[in-house]
DNA sequence: TTTTATAGTTGCTTTTGTCAACCATACTTC
DNA sequence: GAAGTATGGTTGACAAAAGCAACTATAAAA
């Protein structure tokens, strides 16, 4: 790699991209909060209101993490909130330090009250907006939401791909090799071409393709097709793993599954083709049991590699 | 439309999805502001810092409207730093009644540093995202800013290819087409084979792919490539529009590209192929003086299809 | 000229939020 | 079971943030 073409992380306009929508997005929120104005409640309130509601039983602990608000802070608003009758506190049975929440009648009034404003509210907006324009802000928060929100990673799911994979399949490759080792548009080309012929030659019983899901983001894929000349050899190939998703044993997830469908699919040996550079992929396929039989340097993808061979003999 | 088939508003999982993603991103921003604490600034401060150091000339008046504070206390904020030396505040000349306000040296100094400081931790966020993650975050920020504070649609920008982006070629058209029509992964196997060639044998001189970028969103493209059998004479392929960015002239732009690029590379003829029922790809082939020249029926893809080839004779 | 609007300041007030000290209870550990 | 520590919550004192209204000075409109 030359020095100009550094293996790049976030680029400045995605920072940029990033900041701008930020924000875009506080000055929105407080304008969504200005909502609030004609109503006896402050935000904090309304929030601490809102997770009254949303929670059972509501803990004050709980609520003060979620908004971060002050403990001290907190104490006081739910205070307010008892005066004005909206809420009953009592001390609880279970732990006497604690303090059961519930709100009154007056209190669940009170909320609906406010959480129908504020649905009217988000709904105007909506309705403003062109039903496709509405359908993609919506797709968009969610995609958003899932980014961010930061779940349990640890939970993958392994699923077999469908339409519009495969174009994500290059595009992750092209993306993580070209940031990571350099490699060009060559390499993209390879994998659209594997890819398209996985496609058109796709045959359930002998071969598949695994995508890797974590809360509906893909985050890894692996193949398993026929050796092209050994009808009882099969080939694993484009292992990859998202950068971010790493460490969670995705790796080894998705060859054994491979491992385990080549077995049933009743080959006896799967070979795979890889790069000396990849070292964390070898260590998955060691793992799993295979073992590297041949060395052979080229030259491509822009770059002088090193191709291995591994395979791996099932009983 | 029967009285059953409404036409529908936004649908409650809608406004509840809205209603879900404002809440996750007010306490997101929260945690973003925290980043503050360590600062001598407050947030009010920072941000106009920031306005202040973003318009010119910073005018007091848009500072308030855009932050939407009240002038009194934007007075105050102001005079707060012109206290600290980082804001210089002076009678107007042209109008009496206002202010010109400038950054001293020292100002633009606070602001670079808090600036800087924002900037990283935006970077360690998108940093800590998988690539294909933090592509479809800021994809989706841009989206999402669009919708609500719509921009000028009407500025895109055409663009070559670069690496990743025929991944996404193959998964727009996979899922556009899949979508609209039900076409299957036969169809998403020639994409990715015909981009695949494209790469492989690409002669910058006689070939071309073109990106269509909104606000640095991909939203379309279009490939003019060599026939394979006639020297003279140039395919178009894969033309594709965005189903959110149509109605711009995006598909005009393209074509009409495409066919000037023809032109200049010397070709005598463009030929496209073409299905009978993507009508409205047919108005833009019309536009541009294409004319169709053979119909035949097909079965691909999953469907029974008719394919039309259309020519334009460069003269 | 009079009226009205704009730009900004200042005094006063409330609201909001922070910090630290504090109490009572629960859990841990020896 | 006693001592120490952690948890859940409250209170007082205070500081910061924000809002409101009155006010000055100038500009623009009638």
């Known amino acids: 790699m030359t020095p100009l073409a550094t293996p790049s992380d976030t680029s400045p306009s995605e920072t940029a991209a990033f900041r701008a929508f930020n924000r875009m997005y506080t000055r929105f929120i407080g304008t969504l909060n ?24 509501p803990k004050a602990t709980e609520i003060a993490e979620s908004l971060s608000l002050d403990p001290g802070y ?28 519930s709100l009154t009648a007056k209190g ?22 062109p039903a ?30 469908r339409v ?37 030659g796709f045959n359930l019983a002998c071969e598949r393709c695994w995508i890797a899901e974590i809360d509906g983001r893909s985050v890894g894929h692996i193949f398993l097709v026929k050796h092209p000349n050994e009808p009882s050899t099969a080939k694993l190939r484009l292992l990859y793993v998202d950068p971010a998703a790493r460490g969670l044993g995705l790796g080894d997830a998705l060859v054994k599954e491979c491992v385990r469908f080549a077995k049933s699919a009743g080959y006896s040996k799967v070979t795979l083709w890889t790069q ?25 993808f822009g770059k ?8 791996l003999e099932l009983c």
């Open 34 to 57: 200005e909502g609030l104005l004609n109503t006896p409640y402050s935000l904090a309130e309304a929030r601490v209101l809102y997770e009254l509601a949303n929670r059972n039983p």
């Open 164 to 200: 519009g994979d495969m174009g994500w399949v290059v595009q992750s490759e092209a993306l993580g090799y070209a940031q990571q080792f350099g490699w060009d548009e060559r390499f993209e080309a390879l994998v659209a071409k594997i890819v398209s012929e996985f496609l058109a």
């Open 108 to 129: 669940k009034l009170a909320f609906q009250k406010l959480n129908a404003r504020s649905e009217e509210q988000a709904d105007a907006i909506l309705d403003s907006l």
């Open 132 to 161: 496709s324009a509405r359908a993609e802000l919506i797709a968009c928060m969610k995609s958003i939401e899932n980014i961010l929100s930061p779940s349990d990673r640890s939970h993958f799911l392994l699923r077999p791909h």
């Open 276 to 300: 000396s550079i990849l070292t964390a992929a070898h260590r998955i396929y060691q793992r799993a049991g295979f073992q590297l039989v041949k060395e052979e340097p080229h030259s491509s």
């Open 304 to 311: 002088q590699l090193i191709g291995q061979e591994w395979e």
């Open 74 to 101: 907190l104490s006081r608003l739910l205070g307010k909130l008892e005066q004005s009758g909206l809420l009953k506190r009592k001390a609880s049975q279970q732990d006497a330090r604690s303090i059961d929440l």
